[in-house]
């Protein structure tokens, strides 16, 4: 009966504690009544009264005490108890003095009923002190405690007979009642158990310390194509055709841990595809219970948005040179026509021999001029517009850096009569970085202030680099008025854009706050300027700080 535990408000076995101690209390007052006033005392029977009388009041202190304490001290009462009642029994025995005696029985009967409402360490102990003690006298005093009993013992015999037979009669009643209940109990829960485990949508078994399978679910057996029993007594490992090493691994280090609970993940293959579980495993006994949820879906999906949002920064990239776009074609045709009326020139003077070796160089080194200024544009869209997110970080130059992002930025703001201005403090500036994913940043930056002020009268753009011990600080300012609070809590976010349908994607801040981060910096708004500014701290030291 060991499901039945008190600690419950007043559960079932709490209950029935209390209806056994009351039926103590009443057979215990109507056999002191009793043998007060119709059994005359004898040497037989001399100590019924008092041994009846001090039951009554044991039994009755157990209920009264066992009403008014707590649920912590409550749950001890029954153990109390218990042992006073050995203690009496022991007691009277030795006060009886001999063998024929039916208190024996009462001894060993409430020992046996009180095992019901404790449990086996308890009962143990009051059956050592109780066999302990007649077996002790037993041994050493038998000749003095076997005495023959006349009739006059009689009534008192028969009375305890009478009341030992009742007493067991409605223990063995109320055990069989709750055995009963218990079976039905466990069939129910058992049921209702399987019917849980069933519906868990993933994979729950039982192995031994052996690593064998002493129970699963009904989705594992489903999932490899297997029944029940075929699971049961194999061991990790021999299930199916499924490499089962790592799970076998897995619980054998966990067995031998001292945790009682784990969490892993767990990758395996299985007719050729492969699957992702997170596995949780907890001891019992023995043995492991093992639960695994696949979250296969999960992981190809997030692998599926990884690509989208590559592909998505990739276009926040493009979208940013395609803005500039206009102004570098307008950059590399303006050297391009210089080139082209050179050579236009040097035409009409060969053929009119008119062609000098003074006038030869001085047109080489005009042309030479503008083949390393297209040069040098060409060279900054093709390091700026790649993807730099796997380059290793290197001690780059700003001024190099600044420089590149100029070429480019520049002739966008010439287009829309934008005055801007660069860093000229940069020389002996240098920054461990990716430097192409900096110079994107700049790009996005610059781009944004140029889209932001373009519509306005008085339209300018200050980007200054600050020295600041341990780290530099990049300042684009523009004749803006700010950016609102409300607006500046999501304009970092994706997807998030002031500008018109179709002018923008709204991935650019986002990728350039990305970007920063990776690089152990930080971006913000100054919301104290005047102007809409933007600072964006890095540290000198950003590819330590990264790794």
């Known amino acids: 009966m060991k499901y039945l535990k008190l600690g419950d408000s007043l559960g079932t076995l709490q209950k029935s504690y209390l209806l056994v101690q009351t039926t103590k209390a009443l057979v215990g007052l109507c056999g002191f009544f009793y043998f007060t006033n119709f059994i005359t005392k004898n040497q037989y029977n001399y100590y019924v009264g008092d041994l009846t009388l001090i039951y009554f009041f044991n039994a009755f202190a157990s209920v009264v005490f066992f009403n008014i304490f707590n649920k912590e001290i409550r749950k001890f009462i029954p153990f109390v108890f218990s042992f006073t009642e050995v203690i009496i029994a022991t007691y009277f025995i030795h006060k009886g003095g001999f063998l024929y005696n039916t208190i024996y029985f009462w001894g060993f009967a409430l020992i046996a009923s009180n095992y019901f409402f404790t449990n086996i360490k308890a009962t143990a102990f009051n059956t050592v002190i109780y066999a302990g003690y007649i077996g002790a006298n037993f041994a050493f005093n038998y000749n003095e405690m076997i005495i023959s009993a006349d009739k006059s013992f009689a009534p008192t015999y028969m009375f305890s007979l009478v009341f030992f037979g009742f007493y067991n009669f409605f223990v063995y009643l109320l055990i069989e009642k709750y055995r009963r209940g218990y079976v039905n109990e466990m069939k129910k829960m058992t049921n209702y158990n399987r019917s849980l485990i069933d519906s868990i949508p993933g994979f729950v078994s039982w192995v031994n310390a052996d690593l064998e399978y002493i129970g699963v679910n009904k989705n594992m057996c489903e999932f490899f194509g297997k029944s029940e029993e075929y699971f049961l007594g194999t061991k990790i490992g021999e299930l199916t055709e499924n490499d089962q090493s790592r799970l076998k691994f897995m619980v054998t280090q966990f067995i031998k841990s001292n945790k009682r609970e784990t969490q892993d993940k767990l990758t395996y293959v299985f007719q050729g595809k492969t699957f992702h579980n997170i596995l949780s495993m907890v001891k019992y006994g023995d043995g492991v219970l093992i639960v695994t949820f696949d979250v296969t879906k999960i992981i190809e999906a997030e692998d599926l948005i990884n690509i989208e949002r590559e592909r998505a920064q990739t276009s ?72 730099g997110h796997s380059d290793p970080f290197e001690n780059k130059s700003l001024l190099e850096l600044v420089d590149e992002v100029k070429i480019l930025v520049e002739p966008k703001c010439k287009g829309k009569n934008i005055d801007i201005h660069f860093p000229e403090n940069t020389e002996d500036f240098y920054l461990d970085c990716q430097g192409v994913q900096i110079g994107q940043v700049l790009i996005i930056m610059l781009n944004n202030a140029v889209d932001a002020i373009k519509e306005l009268e008085n339209k300018w753009i200050r980007f200054t680099v600050s020295d600041h011990s341990h780290g530099y600080e990049f300042v684009i300012e523009d004749s803006g008025k700010g950016i609102p609070k409300d607006i500046a809590d999501n304009i970092f976010m994706p997807f998030f854009t002031t500008k018109s349908v179709g002018e923008g994607t709204g991935l650019g801040l986002s990728l350039a706050v990305k970007i920063i981060k990776l690089h152990g910096g930080e971006i913000r708004i100054d919301h104290t300027a005047s102007n809409t500014k933007f600072v964006i701290y890095l540290p000198k030291q950003q590819m330590k700080l990264a790794s």
Do not use: C
């Open 316 to 387: 926040a990239r493009l979208a940013s040179f395609g803005e500039v776009s206009a102004g570098i074609a307008h950059e590399i045709n303006n050297p391009l026509a210089v080139i082209s009326a050179i050579n236009y020139k040097l035409k009409r003077l060969k053929s009119k021999g008119e062609l000098s070796d003074e006038f030869l160089d001085e047109f080489n080194q005009k042309v030479d001029k503008q083949i390393t200024l297209i040069s040098k544009i060409v060279k900054s869209i093709k390091t700026l517009s790649r993807d």
